[in-house]
């Protein structure tokens, strides 16, 4: 009985030089040339639409690449003037609490007695305060007048399209 030899096609083993001889399975002889497809080679020729094709869509993904680089660096500019102006504003809000400060300690009634005694000004003593009354209860009236006879007729003449109208 003969010995069964299995070769792959892919075998970096595989000497050629055995390539006549034939294995026994099962009884039946077979040679080892028909156990290999054959393998052809064939060349695909570039279509004269793909090359457009390809162009296009290069130019398509290098446009949107370009929209996306350009968008990004609008929202960093936007974002870096938002943040320049929040510096702003936190400097006006430090400058504005110092300002609100400095003027409470101004408007005290300290500095406001002083400010006046700088001028000339005194206190007033109880001898040179004056009440004045005046009376508040005084009502006017006026009467009302009678009216004329072309005023009777105009209200007259209103009262009547007022009850037309509904």
Known sequence: MAENTVRYYNDESYDDADSDETTDTEGALHDDSEQKPEIEMSRNEARSGSILTILFVSLLAAALLGSVIYSLDKRNTMYNKVSAMNEKLDSAEAEN??????????????????????????????????????????????????????????????????YFRG
């Open 97 to 162: 609490v110092r300002l609100q400060s400095e003027l409470d300690s101004k408007m005290s009634a300290k500095n406001i007695e002083e400010y006046a005694q700088s001028l000339g000004m005194v206190k007033l003593n109880s001898s040179q305060i004056f009440y004045i009354k005046t009376q508040t209860g005084d009502v006017v009236t006026i009467p009302e007048q009678e009216k004329g006879l072309i005023a009777k007729i105009k209200s007259l003449f209103d009262k009547c399209v007022e």
